[in-house]
């Protein structure tokens, strides 16, 4: 059996099998990626634009049916998913726009003669993606690396073959050049081959910290440059002044979107105790609420989890939480008379830091609700995890909003809506939660060389 599998969650069906790739398909593509760069680094930054103007429109002209795939291979609902192809298509539009600019040469102010850095590629990279927001995550990646004129090697998750291959087949379609954008079905051991020829010149991971940990060991080894997009445990801090209604449309948006799948859901709801009891009991009377439904319905919010093993991850840590003294206030889990990776939405409180859970990320529809006896005690309670992606405050309190943001130890700070992305802003954690940035104007620095030229003459 392939590692690449499409296994449709919501019916627990396989549908699609793909060949991994073999030995002689990773030094093709490396092969490939390499010869392309010669040629490419050279094609103006006018035509790369041009190129990334017509990747987001074609996303566009096939939103719908890239939404169902998505929904096939991962359970995200279509819904979300033509979300997520819209913010693709504003991804490749932001570089295309600005990547000139983005790229213009810095000049310094010498004494003598001039000076200035010119921002140039240094060749081919990796890209290792997860399943979570498989269009996304890889336009995050290619968007500003093909601007700035570096090619590409993907790997994408195993369970997101279709949406690997479609992707693949949107760029050509475009117009890019061969070689300079290369899938492979790789596993993970032809993965560090990529990583340590020297061909390649880094490597870009987003996925879990145990991933992570295993990419930077062997890009170290090889001293290549690594930016790592890792999990988080992200805060949702609720001020005594917070509009409580729009508090709860956040929390039910933040934490259970995409089913609780996202690295910066808002997985622990931080509740000043003034406002906690209404809070608590808007919040659990909305997610009793909610329904399971299929996620190819438009109308659908909450489809299945990825995977039966996501599924069984999440039930294994909900378990624990609660013998080990949580308190349920929505009782959840997996739907056990039926066949796929549905999981009910469950609630907890009284999580503290004997738990194991307290200091775990929880990803999928489990949210944890903590009474903070004020903003300081709040405060407290979100740097207290190994985790550092994003926060969110709701306060109607400018100040404050400015205060709580400045103590928060992470990389993104949301105020007054949930952690979200957008193709002009940064994003990426500090901690646990990884190294580097992407998109907006950090996205297209990470993988550039920045030469000096300095004549004295």
Partial sequence: MSDYQVSNPATG?????????????????????DTAYQDWRKVSLSERSALLQKIADIYLERQDELARIVAT?????????????????????????????????NKIDVDTGSAFVEKLPVGVLLGI????????????????????????ILKHAPQCPKTAEVIADIFKDAGLPEGVYNNVFATNEQAATIIEDSRVQGVSLTGSERAGQAVAKVAGG??????????????????ADADIEQAIQGAIEGRFGNTGQACNAAKRLIVVESVYD??????????????????????????????????????????????AGATVLVEGGIVKDKPGAWFKPAVLTDVDESMDVYR????????????????????????DVPFGLGASIQTQDAELAAKI????????????????????????????????????????????????????S
């Fill in 405 to 456: 943001a400045d103590a928060l130890e992470v990389g993104m700070v949301t105020i007054n809506a949930p952690s979200g992305s957008e193709a002009n802003t940064p994003f990426g954690g500090v901690k646990r939660s990884g190294f580097g940035r992407e998109l907006g104007n950090l996205g297209i620095t990470e993988f550039l060389n920045y030469k000096l030229i300095r004549d004295k």
């Fill in 129 to 152: 993606m997860p399943w979570n927001y498989p269009h996304y995550q890889v336009a995050r990646f290619a968007a500003p690396n093909f601007m700035a004129g570096n090619t590409l």
């Fill in 278 to 323: 209404k809070f608590v009991k808007g919040f659990t009377d909305a997610v009793r609420g909610m329904s399971l439904a299929d996620p190819l319905d438009d109308g659908t919010f909450m489809g299945p989890m990825s995977s039966q093993a996501a599924a069984t991850n999440l039930q294994e840590q909900l378990d624990s939480a609660i013998q």
């Fill in 360 to 383: 775990q990320e929880l990803f999928g529809p489990v949210a944890v609700i903590y009474k903070a006896r004020d903003i300081d005690h709040a405060i407290k309670i979100a740097n």
């Fill in 222 to 239: 090889a001293l290549k440059k690594v930016v790592l997009e890792l999990g988080g445990s992200d805060a949702f801090i609720v001020a």
């Fill in 73 to 105: 291979e991962m359970g995200k609902p279509v819904a979300q998913a033509k979300g997520e192809i819209e913010l693709v298509a504003d991804i490749f539009r932001y570089y295309a726009d600005n990547g000139e600019q983005l790229l213009a040469p």
């Fill in 13 to 33: 069906e396989v549908e699609a099998n793909y060949a991994t790739a073999t030995e002689q398909d990773i030094q093709q593509a490396i092969e490939q990626a």
